[in-house]
């Protein structure tokens, strides 16, 4: 069976600075994984995906996500925080043909 | 020009009421999925479907039936609705290929009174 971690239910950072969501994912086979971006009251948007390529994805908006193996991890960065990054950001994992399974999501806060 | 579409946005509904969301997605895509997102976000399948065909039936109760009347379309019908049932139901669709993102609609807000 296949999961995601997301470590910090929420996660605030001042406009400018790093942002680190962290995302630990188990999986049985070679996972693919993704982040997802929520905004109040809209759908989930893809942000990014690791499909077995390069371990370094980058996605939209400027955000890129790093796929360590030895660490099961695929952390979301982005240098510098922007108050429209406010949302609730989602980690998942899908192998094969399953649906996507997802962490229980990480809310963004960016203080002005 | 919209990938997912689902309808309605909002439902306001009381205890006991049968109600139906429907869902189109015009990407070509072969599956479409219903998931709950519950008071606190989390996300949790609920069927999969590969063209037409139900593949993906989690412990969901049976008072939700899905049901596909060609690989365009994916509604959830829900009777005898019950408190618990208030969330957010979102649809989603993808090529079968694991490596394919889902694609999500805008979600319906149900609210049972």
């Known amino acids: 069976a296949q999961s995601v971690t997301q470590l910090g239910s929420h996660v605030s950072v001042s406009e400018g600075a790093l942002v680190l969501l962290r995302c630990n994912y188990s999986s049985s086979v070679p996972p693919y994984l993704f982040w997802y971006v929520q905004y109040p009251n809209q759908g989930l948007q893809l942000l990014l995906k690791y499909t077995s390529a390069a371990t370094l994805v980058k996605g939209i908006n400027g955000f890129e996500a790093e796929f360590k193996k030895s660490e099961t991890s695929f952390h979301l960065t982005k240098p510098s925080a922007h108050m429209s990054d406010a949302a609730e950001y989602f980690c998942?994992?899908?192998?094969?043909?399953?649906?996507?399974?997802f962490g229980k999501g990480t809310r963004l806060s960016v203080i002005a | 020009d919209t990938a997912v579409s689902q309808t309605p946005k909002y439902l306001v509904t009381q205890m006991g009421n049968d109600k139906s969301i429907k869902c189109e997605q015009n990407l070509g895509h072969d599956t479409m999925y219903w998931y709950k997102q519950d008071s606190k976000k989390f996300l949790k399948i609920m069927f999969s479907y590969n063209n037409k065909e139900l593949i993906i039936n989690e412990t969901v109760p049976n008072r939700f039936s899905p049901k596909s009347p060609d690989k365009a379309h994916l509604n959830l019908h829900i009777n005898s609705l019950e408190l618990g049932d208030s969330a957010v139901y979102f649809c989603a669709s993808s090529q079968e290929q694991g490596g394919s993102p889902l694609h999500f609609g805008n979600g319906t807000r149900l609210t049972v009174t």
């Open positions: 998942a994992v899908r192998s094969g043909n399953t649906p996507l399974v």
